[in-house]
């Protein structure tokens, strides 16, 4: 089977926002045991506080992923500085965790071989591990969610990696995919796979 001796990690961005998204993937999360990781932004974190403790408050790995969304690898190092500073103290003002690791928005700058200096440089400084994905769902993509078309997709990524045993999945925080969490959960347990803590 496709995950035969394989694991994923379950991973979300964008949020804490929209709430009832969330609300529904956490629940999601829970009655299937799983432990996922949710990159969030800071202005977010800073106008839905409550949402961001529900995250860690049921045992969830809280991460930065910048204040506003802005591509890191075109801003300045002072820009860059800023979004992850703003951000790193934000989450931990509001939950009590510090974040140990970066999602560039977008991916940019975050790739190995396409790795941003500014980037590398601040989250150095800031203890901030450098991590983007290995599955990208698209769930964000017209038709939204992770219906049959998006499920095709995530199959053949899967296969183009072959040797790779343990994948970070990307999804975001969004109706869509709340809707349809619960059955993508069942579909990876199905192909093999195991769904890892992160
Ligand atoms: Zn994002």
Known sequence: MLGDGKSVVLSFDDGPAPVSALESILETLQENGIKAEFYVL????????????????????????????EDLSS?????????????????????????????????????????????IEVARDLSLTILTWDIDTEDWKAPKGLG???LRNIETQFTQQPRKVSFNILMHVQPATARDLSSFISQLREWGFVIAEP
């Open 42 to 69: 800071g202005s977010e974190v800073e106008q839905y506080p409550d949402a961001a403790r529900m995250i860690v408050g049921q045992g969830h790995a809280i991460e930065n992923h910048s204040w506003s969304h």
């Open 75 to 119: 801003a300045v190092k002072q820009d860059v500085r800023w979004e992850l500073e703003q951000t790193q103290n934000i989450i931990i003002a509001t939950t009590g965790v510090t974040p140990t690791r970066i999602r560039p928005p977008y991916g940019a700058g975050g790739f190995r071989g396409n790795l941003d200096p500014e980037l």
């Open 148 to 150: 049959p078309e998006k």
